[in-house]
């Protein structure tokens, strides 16, 4: 019972922190106002996780081998899942103290790695690791280079209209497919502990995290959303297009090939590129973004080692 409520708690705080990220362009540039962009993101990460994990549990997959401690008995192994999900929620909240954009798949990948080296052991293999963190570093450049490659230097005449409704549908498009990335590495570790054996089991672990992520989703991370729309990369209505098509595109690349990528750098380098494309970058600002980003590798690293350590000490 208590994995269960860490990880739904740390649900929450990913669609509390990380989903708006899928929201930025949409809110800053106009065409939505929050409270409804917030209930369209909560509706569609929802969906999107259930659709993910029950239909393309790829990301799943991978994740549930670098949750799996082979050298620990079961209840130390479900005692430093605990914690390692304990510091993903704490770091995620301190992030949006902050209003710093960090990524809980980041921090949930760095303790998982410190746990496994206080233990003793590469749970997955080095290759696994290996392809995690190529997914993590590919998806920021990809995110970067599409968003410069697909916005314009001037903004083409589109219909106003016709602007906004393609706006709305990407934003939804961006949730869905944050619901389908994050949800996943979720409902991965209640698997790694064995507690949704079955597929009745993995039914009820993956509807656990929709609804946790839609809750987190409604209750918003407004204070993340202005930083990078607002203050490092203003983007008129064309231009916030371009950065969620880029941002999209990279999402479903990574979703269909199984790689456990951050769904909040992927958005923030596409809507940097496009504004570093149009000349609207505020590179201290970015920069600012990724110094938190660069940090949660040794906090969460920190952490999770500090937990295998005790949980050897104490439970094995």
């Known amino acids: 019972m208590l994995l269960i409520c860490s990880v739904a708690a740390v649900v929450v705080v990913n669609g509390w922190t990380d989903a708006p990220g899928a929201l930025t362009t949409v809110v800053c540039s106009g065409t939505l106002p929050l409270r409804r962009a917030l209930g369209l993101a909560a509706l569609c990460n929802a969906l999107g996780a259930a659709a993910g994990g029950l239909l393309l549990p790829r990301v799943a997959a991978a994740m549930e081998g670098l949750a799996r401690f082979p050298g620990l008995g079961g209840r130390a192994a479900m005692g430093l899942l605990c914690w390692v999900l304990w510091s993903v929620s704490l770091w995620g909240a301190a992030a949006w103290v902050l209003a710093v954009p960090t990524s809980e798949s980041h921090a949930l990948l760095a303790a998982l790695g410190g746990a496994a080296l206080a233990v003793g052991g590469t749970p997955g293999g080095a290759g696994a690791w290996a392809g995690a963190a190529a997914g993590l570093a590919v998806s920021a450049g990809l995110g970067w280079g599409l968003g410069q490659w697909l916005t314009p230097r001037r903004a083409a005449p589109v219909p106003a209209g016709g602007l906004a409704r393609r706006q709305v549908c990407w934003a939804g498009g961006l949730a869905l497919l ?77 979703t ?41 590798f040794p906090v969460c690293l920190g952490l999770g080692w500090l937990g295998g350590w005790l949980c050897l000490a104490v439970l094995a």
């Open 178 to 254: 944050h619901g389908a990335q994050d949800g996943q590495k979720y409902s991965a570790m209640l698997c790694a502990a064995g507690l949704e054996a079955g597929k009745t089991g993995r039914v009820w672990a993956v509807l656990l995290c929709a609804a946790a992520m839609a809750l987190g989703s409604a209750v918003g991370g407004g204070r993340i959303l202005k930083a990078v729309g607002r203050e490092m990369a203003p983007l008129d209505g064309h231009a916030a297009l371009c950065s969620d098509r880029a941002a999209g595109l990279t999402l479903a690349l990574c």
């Open 256 to 296: 269909l090939l199984g790689l456990p990528v951050s769904t909040g750098t992927v958005k923030v380098c596409a809507a940097a590129g496009a504004g570093h494309r149009r000349g609207v970058l505020r590179g201290r600002v970015f920069g600012r973004m990724w110094l938190g980003w660069l940090a949660t």
